[in-house]
C-alpha cells in the first residue's frame, strides 16, 4: 500500500509540472496569435486552428504513446514527451509567424498526448476499488496546476506575451530532470505486450473501447461530456475579453478559481464523496451540475458572477474520475495504455470539433451591435450545457443498466448506486 501511495506520488508530481507549463499559456494564447493578425475575426480564426490543430494530433498519437507504453514502459515514453514539450513552448515563445506558431501547437498536440500515459501509469499502480481515487489525483494535478499556471501565466503576459512560454519551458526542464532521476517504472517487464502499429491506431482503438459489451453508450455520454467542456475551454478567454472586457490578469485569476474548484473536489473531497454516494451516484450529480454550471455562466450579465456560479456548482468537477474509472475496469492490467490512450482519443476528437463549434456560435452571435449585452454572448455555454444534459441522460440510461463488460470478455456488476 505505501508503495502504490509512493508511484501515486511520483506520477501526480510529474503531471502537476506539466499542467502548469500549460496552464501558463491559456490566458495569452489569443493574445499571441493577435500579434500577427489584423481583426479579431482574423485572430478568432486563427485562434481556432492552433486549437483544432492541438487536438488532431492528440487524436492520432495518445493511442500510439499509449501502445509504445505498454511495450517499453511508461516512465521513457513519458520523459521523451516532457523533453519535446519544452522544445515547443520555446518555439511558441520565439515563434516570427503564424506558421512556426501552428508547428508548435502540432508538436505540442505530439508531445502533450503523454497524458493517457499517466492514466495507465495510475492504473498500474492501484486496486480496481482504489482507481477512482487515483484518477482523482490526476484530476487534483489537473486542478492545481490550472490554479498556479493560469494565474501565473496571466501575471506575466500582462508584461509580454512571450514570458508565459519561456516559463512553460523552464517548468518542462525542471519535469525532465524529476522525472529523470526520481520518477519510477510502473509496468513490470512481464506484463509488457507487444508494439501494433495497427491496435496503436487511434480509429482502432476507439472501435475496440465501443465494442466493449455494454459500453457504447457510456463511452458517448464521455464523448458529448468532453464536447461540452472543451468548447467552453475553447471560448473562454476570448468570449471573457470581449463580453467582460477582461485582461490576460483577469483570466489568470478566473482560471486560478476553476483550478482550485476542481482541486478541494477531486483531490480533498473525493474520498469523502464516494463514501457518502457511491461513485455512481456522484458521476450523476457530476454531469447535473455541470449542465447546471454551462447554464448559469450564460446568464451571467457581469464578470463576477462566475465566481458565484463556480462556487455554487463546485460538484460539477466530481463526475470525471468516476466515469474514467468505470472505463478502466473494463480492461486487463496489460491493455491499460491502449484503454487510457483512447479515452484521451476521444477527448481529441471533440477537442477539434470544440473550437469551431464553440468560437463559430460565439461570432455568429456577439458580432451583431450590442448582442454582448443580451442572452445571445451566452449561447456557446448554452449548446454546451444541452450536450451536457444529453450525457446525463446516457449516463443514467447506462448506470440503470447495471452491467459493464470485464476486461476478459464477460459481463460483472460495478454498480453501486
Known sequence: MAGTRASSSFIFITILLDVIGFGLIIPVMPKMVSKFTSSDVETNYWYMVMTASY??????FSPILGALSDKFGRRPVIL??????????????IAWSIPVLFAARVLGGI???SFSVGSAYIADVTSAEDRAKGFGMIGMAFGIGFILGPMLGGFLGDYRAELPFFAAAAFSLLNALYGLFVLPES?????RTAFSLKKANAFSALKGLVELKGLGMFILAIALTNLAQFMMHSVWVRYTETRFLWSPKDNGVALFAVGMSAAIVQGGLLGVLIKTLGEVRLAKVGLFFAAMQFILMGLAPQGFYMYIIMLVTILASAAGPAL??????????????IAMGSLTSIGSITQVIAPFAGLSILSKFT???GALNTLQAGMPFFASAALQFV??????????RGQISSGSGGTKSIITG
Open 187 to 191: 509496468l513490470p517487464k512481464h506484463l
Open 111 to 113: 508531445t502533450g498526448a
Open 80 to 93: 521523451i514527451s516532457i523533453v519535446g514539450l519544452g522544445l515547443d513552448f520555446i518555439l511558441q515563445g
Open 55 to 60: 487536438g488532431v494530433m492528440q487524436f492520432f
Open 367 to 369: 458580432h451583431a451591435p
Open 324 to 337: 474514467q474509472a468505470h472505463v478502466s475496469r473494463a480492461v486487463p492490467p496489460h491493455k491499460q495504455g
Open 391 to 400: 450525457a446525463f441522460a446516457l449516463a443514467v440510461w447506462y448506470f440503470n
